[in-house]
Structures are given as C-alpha cells and as structure tokens.
C-alpha cells in the first residue's frame, strides 16, 4: 500500500485520524507579490476539530477551492493538510453540478427543482473515489476516518471495501429527505450503500436519521432496531467471499441525530470586547437610532426564505403596522454560488423586491431595508448581532442555521428575541424563540410584531434560557460526543462478539439481547447524541455569514 510522503523529508507518514471533507480547513490566500498564504477557514467544523487535531497524529483532506490546482501535502499548525485537485470540469460537474444542482435541492424539499444528469453522477462517483483513495492511503491500520457532508456520500462505502480495518464515521450536515422525495434520484440505492459503509451516521435532526433508516428499509429490506441498521455481509459477493463469515452475518451500523453547534465562548468573549462593543453603538448611530433594528444573515440561497422575511416586512409596512421612522431591516445575503443560474435568478429577485420597498416606504432620512449583498468578518458580525433587537430566521428547510445560535451566544446582555423558523435544526433545542411558519405570512407578521412588543422582563427570560442551551452545548461538545460515539460503537460490539473484527462484523447466530444497548443514549440536547429514530413524517421537517459561507456546515 502507498503511502503518504513528507516532501521536506522523504519519511512516509500514515495517521490514527484522518478527516474528509469537500474544503480544506484552511483557505488559500494569494498575495501581492504572488507567494501564497494558507489562512485558517472561520468555519464551525475546523474549531470543532481543531483540538481533536492536536491530540491526535491527525491529517485532512480535501479540495483547496480553485480549479487545477496540484498543491503537494504540508503541515499546519500541527495537521498534515492533503489537498485534492479538482479540474474545472469537475467543479462545474461534480461540485456545482450533482452536488449543488441535483443533491442540494432535493436534501431541501424540492424548494427548487433538482436536475439530473449522468455526467454529472459520473464526475461524482470519480471525485469521490479520489477522496476515498487520498484517505485508505494515509490511515494507518485501524484508524479513525471521519467523512463529512453530501458531497461525499460513496466514500464510506469506498473506503469499507478496500480498508475493512477502518472506524468509518460520517456525518451530514444538511437535511435528509423523506423517502417520497429521496426516491426520485436515479442512484438512490448507490448513495445509500454508499452511506452504510460507515461504522456510525450523524444526522441533524432526529427526523433526518429516521428518514434514511426508512430509505435504508424500502430500498434495501435491510433489518432495522432504533437506531440500528444490520447490512448484510453477503450484499457484496466478492467481500462476503473473503470475509469466510457464515450466511447472515451482518454489520451494524448506527444512525442518529448528533445536532451540530457553534464555537459559543469565542463569540461571547467577542461580545463583550470594547472595541465590537463601540462598533455596535455605531452601527445604530449609522442606521440613525431607530427604536428597532431587525437583523437578517444568510447565504443567498433559495432555501432561506429571505423572500418570504421580505413579504412579511413589506407587508407590515404597507399596513402601517410598522414604520421607517421607528423600524429599519438589516439583510445580509452574502455571495453564494454565483455561477449557478438558479442563484442568480433568486439574486435578481431578491434586489428587485428590496429596490421595491424602499421605494414605496422610504424617506430621504430613513431606509426600510439596508440591503448588504457580500461577507463581512466575524468581528462585524458580532457587532451587528449586539446592534440588532430582532433577528430573523426564516428558513424553509436548514439542517441547523448556526446564525440563531451566534445570535444567542453573542447576548451577554440577555437581551434582543430570536424569529426562528420550525423548518431549521435549531429549532428543535431553541424552544424559547419565537418560533414560527415561513411559509404562514400572517403568522410571520404576527411573530415579528409580538418580538418588537415584547416586554424587556420576558426578553431576558428567554434569552438566558437560550443562552443556557447554546453555551452549554457547543461545538467541541458535538465533536466529542459524535466521536466518542464512534469508538464506544466499536467497542461495544466488539464484545459482543468474539468474531468482531476491526470492522464491526457480528454472526448473526450470536444472541443479541438488545443490538442497540452499546449505542444507546438519552434523548439529549445539541451536542449530545439523540437515539431513537421516532416517525415523525407528520412534524416539521419530515418531508424536508461571513468568509467562506459557501462551505461552512450548519447553516
């Protein structure tokens, strides 16, 4: 087996943890003399890992952003840092093709229609496969491989056939859909074997996890218990050939929500800087000093449902339930995805819609939406979130939306209301937000009113509850928690049987008194693992901004 080589030294390194993601943890940054910088990206995912990464004799691997570029591996504050180089047609296919045209929109509900193309899927499977192979080749025997999001759903499955050796977690950081939309991809049954490649899924939502435990059911007829799925050996011929294991062996493999989170004591520390604090005051000074500042952040996507925000607010406006003079909209929609045309068309929309009510409800001393269409620093946004007394999420279908728990983390001052809509993750630990309907403009406007009514007494009541959640239960949490989950998982059932090997496999001779028992926890808030996989096809969901946002999971 090849392995990976230290170009300053010759020496060939192999690591107990690798990490697999589409981008790299640290972001390229040419400067003006043409030497390149490597800057370490502000994402939830690289501070969630960063401390297992300096335990840990630990690599990452993944795409550096630009089209042909042949970077060779090097070090990074202690993490052996492996680029994949993707050419321009597998961006346009792979990346803003299968992944972003077809797999995006149909893990969103069908918000906008999914395309699907064969070449598409070909350049998936090709760019996974890269993947899969940069990772059996710098694992050592036995290591941790945690692979992540939708962009790389076969490589769990990949690396199980040529690394059965492996601990494999994956964990997706977007919705997955109910069964009836999930059945209209032409490789539904690849992407889930794909998936069971690993040792232990990580989902958002409880409902997401029982979403794919049901796809796993109609498509396979695989045996299910809770949170347990047992894939046949003997699903793969060739393997069950070489595994000598006895018909109906099976490998367990875990499904369950493991609700991400945020890095919240660095944005509290932010907060509560001098400096973030005067830029606050000077953001209300700047919009004039309404009595209410209502504060929207997303990345331009479809589904944000930053229009509907917008009919709400215009419509209050028009209404005159609302007014310029005492009430002004901040919408951050930073870049995303710029060369697909269905962003492009939202973008158009969403310019002319704001064009259009500052139009008809603006003054020559007030303007009823400061519209801001690029990224700013999270000192900024930090600022903004302590300027702002409502904030707005009201998206139509979000595996998390990390914004309402920056907002959260960032009030020290336990004040200002959160507008958060049933349809993100968030919304399942942030009971004490208003939470609301998107989709229901009435009910909009009725939430957006009752937060800038609220009486100061109830906005610290439910802010510190709040904050309690979100401080309690932050990233570094997640990340131990999915983890430690992964390694209990294996050696759980590796006393479960004497024939359990490195991958997980059971004789499915072997009396179980309860196959789920190593794997099983309390229902438990962000952060910690949720264990059953209820049906919840009739709630929310079930059917379901800074640098680089384009990438950062969660939101």
């Known amino acids: ?24 943890p640290v972001d390229r940054v040419p400067s003006e003399d043409g030497e390149v910088q490597w800057r370490t990206s502000p994402g939830g995912l690289v501070t969630a890992l960063d401390p297992v990464m300096a335990k840990a004799n630990g690599a990452w691997i993944g795409w550096a952003g630009g089209p042909d570029l042949d970077i060779e591996p090097f070090e990074n504050h202690g993490t052996w840092i492996v680029p994949i180089p993707l050419s321009e047609q597998e961006i346009e296919e792979y990346y803003e093709g299968f992944s972003n045209d077809t797999l995006w929109p149909l893990y969103h509900d069908v918000i906008a229609p999914p395309s699907y193309h064969r070449e598409w ?12 192979d940069a990772a059996a080749r710098l694992a050592e025997r036995g290591a941790t491989v945690w692979v992540h999001d939708y962009q790389l759903q076969l490589v769990p499955g990949m690396l199980r056939e040529v690394r059965p050796d492996l601990v494999i977690g ?24 794909g998936l069971l490649g690993a040792d232990v899924l990580g989902f958002q939502r409880v ?3 029982g979403n794919f435990t049901r796809a796993v059911r109609r498509l396979l007829s695989y045996e299910t218990k809770g949170s347990s799925i047992f894939r046949p050996l003997d699903a793969n011929p060739e393997r069950r050939a070489r595994s000598n294991k006895p018909v109906g062996a099976t490998r367990q493999v875990i499904a369950k929500a493991y609700p991400i989170s945020i890095d919240s004591e660095s944005y509290e520390v932010l907060a509560r800087r001098p400096d973030v604090q005067a830029r606050a005051k000077e953001i209300r000074e700047e919009l004039g000093n309404p009595k209410t500042i209502l504060f929207g952040v997303d990345r331009l996507d479809y589904t944000k449902g930053i229009m509907h925000r917008l009919k709400a607010y215009g419509e209050l406006l028009a209404e005159g339930r609302l007014n310029v003079e005492d009430v002004t909209l901040v919408q951050v929609a930073s870049p995303s995805r710029e060369r697909v045309e269905t962003y492009k068309a939202l973008r158009d929309e969403i310019e002319l819609t704001v064009g259009r009510i500052n139009g008809d409800y603006g003054s020559i001393g007030h303007t009823a939406i400061n519209y801001l269409h690029h990224g700013y620093p999270r000192e900024e946004m930090v600022a903004l979130y302590l300027a702002a007394d409502v904030v707005l999420v009201t998206a139509l279908r979000d595996g998390m939306n990390l914004v309402a728990k920056e907002y959260v983390a960032c009030r020290f001052d336990n004040d200002g209301v959160l507008v958060l809509s049933e349809f993100a993750g968030a919304s399942d630990d942030l009971k004490q937000a208003l939470l609301i309907n998107p989709h229901d403009i009435e009910g909009t406007k009725d939430a957006i009113m009752r937060a ?10 439910r802010m510190r509850s709040l904050r309690k959640r979100v ?15 992964l390694q209990k998982g294996y050696d759980g ?3 479960q049987s004497s024939e359990v090997g490195p991958t997980g496999i059971q004789n499915a001779d072997v009396s179980l008194d309860d196959p789920d028992a190593a794997f099983r926890s309390e229902v438990a808030p962000v952060g910690e693992a949720v264990a059953d996989n209820v049906d919840t096809s009739g709630a929310p969901g079930a059917a379901e901004a800074g640098s680089r946002t384009d990438e950062e999971p969660g939101r």
């Open 493 to 495: 059932k590796a006393r």
């Open 121 to 132: 899927w070909e350049a998936y499977v090709k760019v996974n496969q890269r993947f899969a």
């Open 1 to 24: 087996m090849s392995q990976e080589t230290d170009a300053s030294n010759g020496e060939t390194r192999q690591f107990d943890f690798v990490v697999v993601a589409n981008r790299l």
């Open 207 to 209: 409902a997401d996890a």
């Open 452 to 461: 800038i009514e609220m009486p100061k007494s109830e906005r610290s009541r």
């Open 170 to 193: 994956f964990f997706n950081h977007i919705p997955f859909p109910a069964y009836g939309l999930f059945s209209q991809l032409p490789w539904r049954t690849q992407i889930i074997e």
């Open 471 to 485: 401080l309690e239960n932050d990233v570094v949490k997640w990340s131990e928690t999915f983890l430690d989950a």
